[in-house]
Each structure stands twice: as structure tokens, then as C-alpha cells.
């Protein structure tokens, strides 16, 4: 009976919350086989994961796309209520040497448009082998809504963050995690009578080795290599419809002699310290970043630029009790590198959410 009331609240409290996984629309889905029950309210999630060793569920609310807005889930006035989150849902079966999960996740853009995403999640091998495969699809033909509709029509984007991990039980080399990102974006533009689209690819690599305890910590450097490219157009990261809000578009036959990119390569040191109640994760990085425009046909070539990539990464768990956590996450780092809007600030993003996490039991 405890165990019941105790799962009912969580549901309750959810309801109230209408909040309608948390997981969001990306490649965080990774965790979905491996996470317990829980419910999880933090100031960019909400949402509970529930099951026994074998079927689990989930549902929830996340702020991550372009779109969605931390803090809220739904804002506007009568008659124009807009969602300013992610919903998402998802079901898994799971065994020590193979687990399945499916998801399904929903962004609103506008009346006439939103991202569905479907999401498989598979482990295997007692968990060493992860992949989360999330395909974002928006289609609408008034992608601008109805008042366009005579000047763009068929908007359809596809994307997809892709992450795989293996996890070799080995120190030396304990970790290799690989993300695959592939999008493209494009509508008819009815006046001209033109197909417009965005393309681009891009993947990034990291190499975990070393895992080693230094008095008190515990220390796991890693190497990450990352590189973005335009297919089509200027944008290196397209997402199914995040591109219409900031994005130029241009012709689909459009041929650049020089494609844009950028590339990073760092060395990254994790750190972890552990108490009775206090957990700490600190992840300092260093590293190299180039960044190149691209060069259109008939226009002037633009040089590489060359900078500093470094970052300060934290997460800081507290648990007084087993089953209720305090979690704080922050980021500051200079991935505003290149970013001429930006030229006359300081080039310094800071990035921090928090949280609570309830452990909830097991159902038998």
C-alpha cells in the first residue's frame, strides 16, 4: 500500500502541474533503460519515470528546442494558447543483456506546425552498448501559418541527433561515445516559384580513458572531436524546424565553391568527489576551435578563424536522504566563438539549471 500511495502522488502531482518524457526531443533518451523510478522537476524538465526490472514507462515535459522557453510549459491568451515545451512519452522492456525502449516526443511551433518525434532506444551487452536514435519530422503545407499560405507552402524538415556509447569495462580506455547529426529543412516559396532548403551533417567523437582514483577523486579525462558542415546553405546545425526562426534559406540547386564548417578538438578533465551526502562532478576543457563562412559562387573567400575553445562544466548532487536529491548543473564556457552579433560583449556563455530528483520504489 505504501508503495501504491507513494506512486500516486507522483501522478497526482504531475496532473496538477499539466504538464502533458522528460527526456526531450534529442539524444538524452540515451538514459531512458538505464534510469529508475523517479519523478524529476527541474527548471527545464518535469516529468517521472515508473516500472518494474522489466516494463518501464515515461512522461514529462522538457524545454530544450528553439522554441520551448525554460520555466514554462504552456503561455498566450484565450483563443491563442501556445506549448512552450516538449511532451514526451515513451515505454521500454528491459533485461540485463538486452533492453528496447520507444518514444515519442511533440514540439508546438505554431497553429500549423510542430516537430513530432519518434525516438529508439536500445542497450545491450549488460548495458555497455547505448544508442538513442530520435528522428525529428515537422511537415505543414502553411508552415507561416494560414495567413501565408499564398506565398509558402509544403514546408517539410527532417533531423536527427543520433548518440551511440560503449562502455569496455576497461580503465585505460573505458569510454567511446559517438554523436551523429544529420538535418535538412525546406519549404516552396509560392512567388517566386522556387524550392528553398538547408542542409547540413555533422558528427562529434569522444575517447574516455584513464579512469583513475587520485586520493579522494576520482579522475576520467577525455578527448572530444567535433565537426559541423553545410550541405546546403549557411547553417551547420539544422533541425527540422528550428531553421525557419533564424535561418536565410536559400535555393535548393544553389552550389557553394567552399562549404561552410567549423571544428573542435579539446581535452576535457572529469573530476568526481563523492561524501555521504554530497556528489560533485567538475569538468574543466581546453582545447582548439576554427571556424569558415563558406565561399558562394562569384563572392569573395573568407578566411578560417582560429580561436580558443575552453569550457568550466559542473554538476552538484545532494541527498540527505537515499531517496530525494538536490541537483545543480553549470556551464560556462566561449561558444559564442565566431558569433559576429556578439563581437562588441564579452564572448562568454553561462548556463545553469536545478532541480529536484524523488526516488520512488520499484514496483514488484
Known amino acids: ?39 524529476r522537476a527541474r527548471m527545464d524538465q518535469l516529468g517521472f519515470v515508473l516500472g518494474n526490472n522489466t516494463i518501464k514507462g515515461t512522461f514529462g515535459v522538457r524545454s530544450q528546442a528553439l522554441k ?7 503561455s498566450g491568451e484565450t483563443d491563442n494558447i501556445g506549448l512552450d515545451a516538449t511532451i514526451s512519452a515513451g515505454i521500454a522492456y528491459t533485461s540485463e543483456s538486452f533492453s528496447i525502449g520507444l518514444g515519442y516526443n511533440f514540439t508546438y511551433y505554431n497553429s500549423t506546425l510542430g516537430t513530432h518525434t519518434p525516438v529508439l532506444t536500445i542497450n545491450a551487452l549488460n548495458n ?68 528553398m532548403f538547408l ?95 563558406g565561399k558562394a559562387k562569384n563572392a569573395a573567400d573568407q578566411k578560417v578563424q582560429h580561436g580558443l575553445a575552453w569550457g568550466a562544466y559542473a554538476e552538484l548532487y545532494i541527498r540527505p536522504v537515499q531517496d530525494l536529491e538536490w541537483y545543480f548543473e553549470m556551464d560556462v564556457n566561449n561558444n559564442g566563438f565566431g558569433n559576429t552579433s556578439q563581437a562588441s560583449s564579452v564572448p562568454v556563455y553561462f548556463e545553469a539549471t536545478t532541480g529536484i530528483t524523488w526516488y520512488l520504489p520499484e514496483f514488484n
Open 1 to 39: 500500500m505504501k508503495k501504491f500511495l507513494l506512486t500516486a502522488i507522483a501522478l497526482l502531482t504531475m496532473l496538477s502541474a499539466s504538464a502533458s518524457a522528460m527526456y526531450g526531443d534529442r539524444d538524452d533518451w540515451i538514459d531512458f533503460l538505464t534510469d529508475g523510478n523517479q519523478f
Open 199 to 293: 542542409q547540413s551533417v555533422g558528427f562529434e567523437a569522444r575517447f574516455y580513458f584513464l579512469n583513475t582514483v587520485i586520493g579522494n577523486v576520482t579522475v576520467n579525462p577525455y578527448v572530444k572531436v567535433a565537426y559541423n558542415t553545410a550541405l546546403i546553405g549557411d547553417n551547420t546545425m539544422i533541425r527540422a524546424v528550428e531553421p525557419i526562426a533564424d535561418t536565410a534559406y536559400v535555393q535548393k540547386d544553389s552550389k557553394w565553391d567552399k562549404n561552410p564548417y567549423n571544428v573542435t578538438a579539446a581535452a576535457v578533465l572529469g573530476i568526481t568527489a563523492n561524501s555521504d551526502i554530497v556528489s560533485l562532478y567538475v569538468e574543466p576543457s581546453l582545447g582548439y576551435k576554427a571556424k569558415y563562412v
Open 68 to 74: 520551448t522557453s525554460w520555466g514554462s510549459i504552456m
Open 128 to 195: 555497455n552498448l547505448r544508442i538513442a536514435i530520435p528522428i525529428q519530422i515537422g511537415a505543414s503545407k502553411d508552415p507561416f501559418k494560414k495567413s501565408t499560405a499564398n506565398q509558402y507552402k509544403d514546408y517539410l524538415g527532417v533531423s536527427t541527433d543520433t548518440q551511440i556509447r560503449y562502455y569496455t569495462g576497461i580503465d585505460a580506455f573505458n569510454q567511446v561515445r559517438l554523436y551523429v547529426k544529420y538535418g535538412q529543412s525546406g519549404y516552396k516559396n509560392i512567388v517566386n516559384n522556387s524550392d
